[in-house]
């Protein structure tokens, strides 16, 4: 049984940072691409960042992110992070992982960025 759990959203202020884990089981987890998504309120869900299987040598960023947001994996622990530091407001949404290779997604975890 495939799952993906997020974990590490949370309330955060203006500036300040925050790691995301994804937690996945059910599936080859090394040879998986693994992307982060979010979407804010009454918006698309938008992709944040990519990072590719096989050591994760590839990665990818929304231009929005580049230089703040920093994707990674852990094969032994079939976990995927996203440490989110500098955070703003706009940066306000649930978060999900996806696994691209069977379309599967994780149920999100909220991150809020306010004063």
């Known amino acids: 049984q495939v799952q993906l759990v997020e974990s590490g959203g949370g309330l955060v202020q203006p500036g300040g940072s925050l790691r995301l884990s994804c937690v996945a089981s059910?599936?080859?987890?090394?040879?998986?691409?693994i992307h982060w998504y979010r979407q804010a309120p009454g918006k698309g869900r938008e992709l944040v960042a990519t990072?590719?299987?096989?050591?994760?040598?590839?990665?990818d960023y929304k231009d929005s992110v580049k230089g703040r947001f920093i994707i990674s994996r852990d094969d032994n622990k079939r976990t995927v992070y996203l440490q989110m530091n500098n955070l703003k407001p706009e940066d306000t949404a649930v978060y999900y992982c996806?696994?691209?290779?069977?379309?599967?997604w994780g149920q999100g975890t909220q991150v809020t960025v306010s004063s």
């Open positions: 990072i590719s299987g096989m050591g994760g040598k590839m990665i």
């Open positions: 996806h696994v691209p290779r069977i379309d599967f």
């Open positions: 059910g599936f080859t987890f090394s040879a998986a691409a």
